[in-house]
């Protein structure tokens, strides 16, 4: 029987069942290593699963091509070099997400400018990345965060516009969609990742996807050690390194996407869902979201917190109570990138080195808050039934009760 005592103060937890287990994977999987071990073929130049899973991958988001790579940090540097980004060159994008969307740029050698978000949608804020844009501005990275596709409208009309490259962060939007069309080639490339906590996974993993010719070739020049695809074995055209996906991860990819149409319309119910339910607790909330998403991949489910409807306590300390009770719930990025010190450093380093004025440091107030106030769920939440999203509602009533 539950009791009104915090599961942190000695109570017992109102969940005592796990979430569904991620990764989820079956007996196919286990068949499909075992006949990339049995062939002798465990990469995938002499293999045929990662081709395959391009394809496939590609089609499933209705693009024409496909490269898979190592992992979707890796994607994104792939995708940067294909488009001749460089030492010097500014590269827009958000200060809210993980650090590899910033830290590919800088490994290039050119420098994020981050322009805020949006407090509905916590992604880029498009009027503010077209005051952002500069002479050294090469490219716009716009992230869906959580799997909530940015607005790809207007980021695509300014790229147009400025004749600017704009790259899709998708790394955590399988199988997500903006006005009825799936992400990941509405801009020039789009990057994906496979890693662990992804909603498809093969423990790492990544692919770039576009609809256009000259970016795939680039992209497959880039990630095949500079080779081109009808050249010689050591004919190096460009300067670049291995990137490739081995067969193993193809092979599980290749089922794992099987799933991800029915998981995809589970997350996307149970998040409708609960983001209804949410409406019994005064000061935690779903985000808004933008009406043009036609399909959030919910990898992570996204939470406004108010801490005066939670007896002033922060949200780590809220976050520390869900998790006693089973819930869980993350605090998300302790800070925007543009603060992140290492990004700081390396900005400062290249600007140095090239003799020039480092950016100036953005103003991001809505980042700022979101790292406040902001809180996630895992994707695995949402794979459950609608009692066990029922229990994050009634979760955070019990804290609620509990701190009033």
């Given at each position: 029987?539950?009791?009104?005592?915090?599961?942190?103060?000695?109570?017992?937890?109102?969940?005592a069942q796990?979430?569904?287990?991620?990764?989820?994977?079956?007996?196919?999987?286990?068949?499909?290593?075992?006949?990339?071990?049995?062939?002798?073929?465990?990469?995938?130049?002499?293999?045929?699963?990662?081709?395959?899973?391009?394809?496939?991958?590609?089609?499933?988001?209705?693009?024409?091509?496909?490269?898979?790579?190592?992992?979707?940090?890796?994607?994104?540097?792939?995708?940067?070099?294909?488009?001749?980004?460089?030492?010097?060159?500014?590269?827009?994008?958000?200060?809210?997400?993980?650090?590899?969307?910033?830290?590919?740029?800088?490994?290039?050698?050119?420098?994020?400018?981050?322009?805020?978000?949006?407090?509905?949608?916590?992604?880029?804020?498009?009027?503010?990345?077209?005051?952002?844009?500069?002479?050294?501005?090469?490219?716009?990275?716009?992230?869906?965060?959580?799997?909530?596709?940015?607005?790809?409208?207007?980021?695509?009309?300014?790229?147009?516009?400025?004749g600017i490259?704009?790259?899709?962060?998708?790394?955590?939007?399988?199988?997500?969609?903006?006005?009825?069309?799936?992400?990941?080639?509405?801009?020039?490339?789009?990057?994906?990742?496979?890693?662990?906590?992804?909603?498809?996974?093969?423990?790492?993993?990544?692919?770039?996807?576009?609809?256009?010719?000259?970016?795939?070739?680039?992209?497959?020049?880039?990630?095949?050690?500079?080779?081109?695809?009808?050249?010689?074995?050591?004919?190096?055209?460009?300067?670049?390194?291995?990137?490739?996906?081995?067969?193993?991860?193809?092979?599980?990819?290749?089922?794992?996407?099987?799933?991800?149409?029915?998981?995809?319309?589970?997350?996307?119910?149970?998040?409708?869902?609960?983001?209804?339910?949410?409406?019994?607790?005064?000061?935690?909330?779903?985000?808004?979201?933008?009406?043009?998403?036609?399909?959030?991949?919910?990898?992570?489910?996204?939470?406004?917190?108010?801490?005066?409807?939670?007896?002033?306590?922060?949200?780590?300390?809220?976050?520390?109570?869900m998790q006693?009770?089973?819930?869980?719930?993350?605090?998300?990025?302790?800070?925007?990138?543009?603060?992140?010190?290492?990004?700081?450093?390396?900005?400062?380093?290249?600007?140095?080195?090239?003799?020039?004025?480092?950016?100036?440091?953005?103003?991001?107030?809505?980042?700022?808050?979101?790292?406040?106030?902001?809180?996630?769920?895992?994707?695995?939440?949402?794979?459950?039934?609608?009692?066990?999203?029922?229990?994050?509602?009634?979760?955070?009533?019990?804290?609620?009760?509990?701190?009033?």
């Amino acid at each position: 029987m539950e009791t009104s005592i915090l599961a942190m103060d000695g109570g017992r937890p109102l969940r005592a069942q796990p979430y569904p287990a991620w990764p989820y994977w079956d007996d196919r999987e286990e068949a499909v290593l075992l006949d990339v071990l049995r062939s002798g073929e465990w990469w995938s130049v002499g293999g045929s699963h990662v081709t395959r899973f391009e394809d496939e991958f590609a089609a499933f988001h209705g693009a024409r091509h496909g490269v898979a790579v190592t992992n979707g940090s890796a994607a994104l540097e792939v995708c940067l070099m294909a488009a001749g980004v460089d030492w010097g060159d500014e590269v827009i994008t958000t200060p809210y997400t993980f650090i590899a969307t910033a830290s590919a740029c800088l490994l290039v050698g050119a420098m994020p400018r981050f322009v805020d978000v949006l407090p509905d949608t916590w992604n880029l804020d498009p009027a503010l990345v077209e005051a952002a844009i500069t002479p050294r501005t090469k490219a716009i990275i716009a992230v869906h965060l959580g799997g909530e596709p940015a607005d790809m409208d207007a980021l695509a009309e300014i790229a147009r516009r400025h004749g600017i490259v704009l790259i899709e962060d998708a790394c955590q939007a399988h199988g997500a969609e903006w006005c009825g069309r799936p992400v990941g080639a509405l801009g020039d490339m789009g990057c994906f990742s496979f890693q662990a906590s992804k909603n498809i996974t093969s423990g790492e993993g990544g692919i770039i996807l576009t609809n256009d010719e000259r970016w795939y070739e680039r992209c497959w020049s880039v990630h095949n050690v500079g080779r081109q695809r009808e050249g010689q074995w050591y004919g190096h055209v460009a300067l670049a390194s291995n990137y490739r996906l081995s067969e193993w991860a193809g092979a599980v990819l290749r089922v794992q996407l099987t799933r991800l149409q029915g998981q995809a319309e589970r997350r996307a119910r149970n998040g409708a869902y609960l983001a209804d339910t949410l409406a019994e607790v005064s000061g935690l909330s779903a985000i808004p979201g933008d009406a043009r998403v036609t399909r959030n991949a919910y990898h992570l489910f996204k939470l406004w917190y108010d801490p005066q409807r939670f007896g002033g306590r922060d949200k780590a300390e809220f976050a520390k109570a869900m998790q006693a009770e089973g819930i869980p719930i993350s605090v998300g990025y302790p800070r925007p990138l543009a603060q992140e010190p290492v990004i700081r450093r390396r900005v400062a380093f290249i600007a140095d080195r090239l003799g020039l004025e480092p950016p100036t440091e953005a103003q991001c107030p809505v980042a700022e808050s979101v790292c406040e106030r902001g809180l996630w769920l895992p994707q695995n939440v949402l794979l459950g039934s609608h009692a066990d999203v029922e229990d994050v509602v009634r979760a955070a009533l019990k804290v609620q009760r509990a701190w009033a």
